[in-house]
């Protein structure tokens, strides 16, 4: 879908932060590796969210559609350049066994992705691609917008603090703008483990904020 297209386009490397700790993962919501399908009633719905709110991809299995974005990457992060732009986060993490799902409202957009995994495994790998998500504060990444050229953009980066939260947290903060420091875009992705489960959200900062509580709630309680 479109609105899913566009999000990716603007997070590029989509995914999160530096690991904080925080408190020890609470009791396992299951004691073993939940497949696609186990895990996809556990997703949110646009009725979760609140009025305004409708889903970008209703049906997980057609998919989210063609990205913008064709190629390009990170020009000066050496940490980010051996993934292009699509990021670390799918090659660190995996996508097998992961379901996601993507929401609008009001031009907003977020993106929800589930994980299952053994909680050892599932912490080394967020902790290397967070750590190469937040290894330049500040660079240079090239768009290659397919037929319609290319573009250049300047990307901030920060690692966030995700506070009174149970679980092992990790946040991330990242600006895009043009060459001429114009037009900026946010976004904002905090990702929670609880056991074997781990629920990932991405897109504008106050939907995100507000998605948590309902996210973590129907997928690991």
Request: hydrophobic content about 35%; charged content about 25%; aromatic content about 4%.
């Amino acid at each position: 879908m479109a609105g899913l297209a566009l999000l990716a386009a603007l997070t590029g490397c989509s995914g999160g932060g530096s690991g904080s700790g925080g408190p020890a993962p609470g009791p396992a919501p299951t004691s073993t590796r939940l497949k696609a399908e186990d895990l996809r009633p556990l997703l949110l719905e646009a009725s979760d969210l609140g009025k305004g709110v409708r889903s970008l991809d209703p049906d997980p299995d057609k998919g989210s559609g063609e990205s913008p974005v064709t190629g390009g990457g990170p020009r000066d992060c050496e940490a980010l350049e051996p993934y292009g732009h699509d990021g670390p986060v799918d090659e660190l993490i995996g996508t097998k066994g992961s379901v996601t799902r993507g929401f609008s409202r009001d031009g907003e957009l977020l993106s929800q992705q589930l994980y299952s995994r053994m909680p050892a495994s599932m912490s080394d790998r967020m902790n290397k691609a967070f750590a190469a998500l937040t290894a330049c504060p500040e660079y240079s990444e090239l768009l290659v917008l397919g037929d319609q050229g290319t573009a250049e953009v300047l990307v901030k980066t920060r690692a966030i603090e995700v506070k009174g939260v149970e679980g092992r947290t990790y946040g991330y903060e990242r600006t895009v703008m043009d060459r001429e420091l114009r037009s900026p875009t946010r976004t904002m992705t905090i990702a929670v483990t609880r056991g074997w489960t781990t629920v990932m959200l991405t897109g504008a900062p106050d939907f995100v904020k507000e998605a948590l509580e309902p996210a973590l709630r129907k997928a690991t309680q």
